[in-house]
């Protein structure tokens, strides 16, 4: 029964995992449709980029058993990350933002290539799970906690238009089924961080449930699909 709730979980990890790394979409058909980035920052995509890639590789056989569930969202999120980043590069507004965004991106993929380097030549066993485990929990906990800069921001404004409903309710359904998936594989590298993610996304919940009829926003200057797209605090106020 419980192997069967674990791949139960795992699946409905899946599904919610998806929407959350697709919910940027709409932002980018406009970026497309006018060409520009604007002042919309990639970074957040980019760290995104490396959550994915060093939780795919966490969840493979060789490094953590029956965590292959775990390799094929996060490996999906790789390539749908990948594609973002790659429309930045092409579609950045100036230079130096393009430079900006191909810096990151060459660190990031040189962070993922040592983890690879030392878990497969240098580690083995618990090691090699112990040391993958740490670095991909690190930035999944990065990755969930970028919303709280939007926390303060809907606690600041008394609105709820910098907080999509949708996006914070599938954080809340991904990061509980990673955490309670977590818990059934005994796995603290996948509960702990996830974890986290499902009480910050249940605060995401509250706040909207508190703010959501309080209409004191600022006038609709600020879309939804600029706050997950994340635009910089000069810009537009918030990233997501």
Avoid at 66 to 82: F, K
Avoid at 179 to 202: M, Q, R, T
């Amino acid at each position: 029964m419980e192997n069967t709730l674990h791949f139960v979980f795992g699946i409905f990890g899946n599904a919610t995992g998806l929407f959350l790394f697709l919910s940027p979409l709409i932002t980018f058909k406009k970026i497309v449709s006018s060409r520009s980035t604007q002042q919309f920052s990639g970074v957040p995509y980019v760290m995104t980029l490396l959550n994915c890639l060093l939780s795919a590789w966490y969840g493979l056989p060789f490094v953590s058993p029956n965590n292959l569930l775990v390799s094929a969202i996060n490996g999906t999120g790789a390539v749908i990350e990948s594609v973002y980043v790659i429309l930045f590069v092409v579609f950045s507004a100036t230079k130096k933002g393009r430079a900006t965004i191909l810096g990151l991106l060459s660190l990031i993929l040189a962070v993922f290539a040592v983890v690879v380097f030392v878990s497969l030549f240098a580690l083995a066993g618990n090691g090699r799970k112990l040391f993958c485990g740490i670095a991909a929990a690190v930035f999944s906990i990065v990755m969930y906690g970028s919303p709280l800069t939007v926390i303060r921001l809907v606690i600041k404004t008394k609105s709820v238009e910098f907080m999509p409903f949708f996006l914070s309710l599938f954080a809340f359904l991904c990061g509980t089924s990673w955490f309670v998936f977590g818990l059934l594989g005994k796995d603290p590298f996948i509960a702990i961080p996830n974890g986290f993610g499902s009480g910050l996304g249940a605060v995401q919940l509250i706040m909207y449930a508190i703010y959501s009829s309080k209409n004191k926003g600022l006038g609709g200057q600020v879309e939804e699909s600029d706050v997950e797209m994340g635009k910089p605090n000069g810009q537009q106020q918030q990233q997501a």
